[in-house]
């Protein structure tokens, strides 16, 4: 029969990574120009039908300033999965994202984890450098990838219903 399943997702990543715009693109379908920096963090909820189960989100878009690191605990407890985004653009963005992989995994944690990114079209040497590297960590440590942009919705929709499809069925 059909199954009802609750999943507490969050998303950590770097202050300007994407995470507000990743949300607010699969919650609402829209996208900003000039999206506010979030304070604390957000909560949101969306449903996704996938195959036998409707999946209910119970999303925490965490705010990416350092001054609210102390408070990402509260937020990835409990979580059936974790949204790690980075900035494609941006190797400092990458490297935040790292660490957080880093400080779910010494929690012992063990639900997915997945790095978005912004898309990019125009690709240089840089990003293609760093783009490899962001995949080559990804495999070794078990991270499922995805590439996504929020302004063209790419991959937005894909990256939650991959969630959907792995969680646990009870
Ligand atoms: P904090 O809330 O400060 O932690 O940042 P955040 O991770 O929520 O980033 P946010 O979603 O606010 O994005 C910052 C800016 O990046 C936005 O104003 C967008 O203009 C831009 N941006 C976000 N996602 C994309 C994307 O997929 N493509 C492009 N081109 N720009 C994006
Ligand atoms: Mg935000």
Redesign the pocket.
């Known amino acids: 029969g059909n199954k009802n399943i609750n999943a507490k997702l969050v998303l950590l990543?770097?202050?300007?990574?994407?995470?507000?715009?990743?949300v607010?693109r699969f919650v609402k379908g829209q996208?900003?120009?000039?999206?506010?920096?979030?304070i604390g963090a957000a909560f949101f909820s969306q449903t996704l039908a996938v195959n036998d189960a409707t999946v209910k989100f119970e999303i925490w878009?965490?705010?990416?300033?350092e001054r609210y690191h102390s408070l990402a605990p509260m937020y990835y407890r409990g979580a059936a999965a974790a949204i790690i985004?980075y900035?494609t653009t941006n190797q400092a963005s990458f490297k935040r994202a790292k660490k957080w992989v880093q400080e779910l995994q010494a929690q012992g944690k063990d639900f997915y984890f997945y790095i978005g990114k912004?898309?990019l079209l125009s690709i240089n040497l840089f990003l293609f450098l760093l783009l490899k590297e962001a995949q080559t960590f990804a495999q070794e440590n078990g991270l499922f990838f995805l590439e996504?942009?929020?302004?063209?919705a790419a991959n937005v929709n894909e990256t939650f219903y991959e969630i959907a499809k792995r969680l646990p069925r009870s």
Not at 31 to 38: A, D, H, K, L, P
Request: charged letters at 20%; glycine letters at 16%.
């Open positions: 990543g770097d202050v300007g990574a994407g995470k507000s715009s990743l607010l996208f900003v120009e000039f999206q506010e920096s979030t878009d965490t705010a990416g300033q985004v900035d912004m898309g996504t942009s929020a302004k063209t």
